[in-house]
């Protein structure tokens, strides 16, 4: 599955877009965030993603929220795995 | 449908087991969040309320994140409303 990373400062719309691109493809991707700001520039880029893929005429995307321990600079933080899927 | 408003400082558990609740009862749930941290508590409460559905052998939760205008105290404000289903 393949997996984005998005960040506090990731733009909104480039990200949609490769959410919208990676559902296009394969149905379904993976997607991570570390902290507040991560977690709410992803659901915002979801949501955008979704109007983009809805316009098309495409069935509605849904979300599954997760935890996840992740390695960052040699530490281990717990952050969100978002699945989203056509 | 029942709706429940998150802030950044709202528990987390109690608002997990709300959403558990309300799912449990009426199949889905409309969440409000206004602002990142609001939108991180939300997810977060989302996350441990999938463990306690599932924890329970029931279908797992699907999440469609969306933009809302709320107006708070006489001003419009952009928030982000979760519709939860089972």
Known sequence: ??????????????????????????????????????????????????RMVEEEGKAPIKVIPGFIELEIDGKTKTGIRFIVER
């Not at 960040?7 to 949609?16: F, G, I, K, V």
């Not at 919208?20 to 992803?42: F, K, P, R």
Request: glycine residues 8%; hydrophobic residues 50%.
């Open 1 to 50: 599955m393949e997996i984005l990373r998005v960040a506090s400062r990731s733009n909104l719309n480039p990200t949609a877009g490769a959410i919208a691109s990676v559902l296009e493809e394969n149905g379904v991707v993976e997607i991570h965030a570390i902290g507040a700001g991560a977690v709410n520039q992803t659901v915002k880029a979801i949501a955008i993603a979704r």
